[in-house]
């Protein structure tokens, strides 16, 4: 690939991060995030918001998700974010598609203009595990999704196949179902939190235990840790 395309590429990435980076610095304090009153009158705008403008507010959040996915951003703050205002249902519908586009686009540009970077940097990560997924991509990459992508960071999760030249007809299927249980979780987590706001004006340790919307989601996390681990002791376990 052309350096000159390469540099260009990157340099528009880079500006959209920082982009990004200097929205949320600018509008954001972050020290009104430790203040339960502010995340409960700012959650309460932010569902009044989306109830008054649901198919706008939809969209935007879809492709402002997808947009960060593809930036390589983490996917837990989107999820958990996801679920308060949406629900757990359809909250979990919308991140894990928008997930799943945003990797899949992040993937293609991947592929085929950082091809020897990603070699570069990860061969050795994944090489150990390049046979599995030459077997049967789409069952070992859902698999590897389900259990948390054996312990890499989502971003890197999504570059990874570069490495097998997966097809990208596997790939998005395959990311997609392999997301859904985690993911769907984490909303339910979030939609814990938009409850436990809702229905506590002040806050108190003994609300976050006695609130089944918030300790569930909880359980449902460890157990997927567990399962996690039992399949990449499976699937993935190191030779």
């Known amino acids: 690939m052309n350096r000159n395309l390469k540099f260009i590429i990157a340099s528009i990435y880079s500006l959209c991060l920082c982009a990004l ?12 995030l430790t203040s ?18 649901i198919i706008l507010f939809t969209l935007v959040f879809f492709l402002a998700s997808i947009l960060w996915v593809f930036l390589l951003g983490f996917g ?3 999820a958990i974010l996801s679920g308060f205002i949406f629900g757990p249902l359809l909250g979990t519908a919308i991140s894990v598609s928008a997930f799943t586009c945003g990797a899949g686009l992040l993937y293609v540009v991947a592929k085929y203009y950082f091809k020897d970077l990603v070699a570069k940097y990860l061969q050795k990560r994944i090489e150990k595990y390049k046979n599995l997924f030459n077997k049967n991509e789409f069952f070992y990459f859902m698999i590897f999704r389900i259990s948390g992508g054996a312990g890499i960071p989502f971003a890197i999760q999504n570059i990874l196949p570069v490495i097998f030249n997966m097809k990208l007809k596997n790939y998005l299927p395959s990311t997609f179902l392999g997301l859904v249980p985690i993911i769907f979780i984490i ?6 939190i ?13 609300s976050i235990l006695t609130e089944k919307n918030i300790y569930l989601p909880l359980i449902g ?4 840790i567990i399962i996690s681990y039992l399949i990449k002791k499976k699937y993935f376990k190191d030779n």
């Open 21 to 32: 980076i200097f929205v949320l610095f600018s509008y954001l304090d972050f020290k009104d």
């Open 36 to 53: 339960y009153s502010y995340l409960r009158n700012s959650g309460n705008i932010l569902i009044n918001f989306k109830n008054d403008n």
């Open 76 to 78: 837990t703050p989107v």
């Open 187 to 192: 909303n339910s987590l979030g939609s814990g």
């Open 194 to 206: 938009e409850q436990l706001l809702k229905n506590n004006k002040t806050f108190n340790y003994i």
């Open 221 to 224: 996390f460890f157990i997927i």
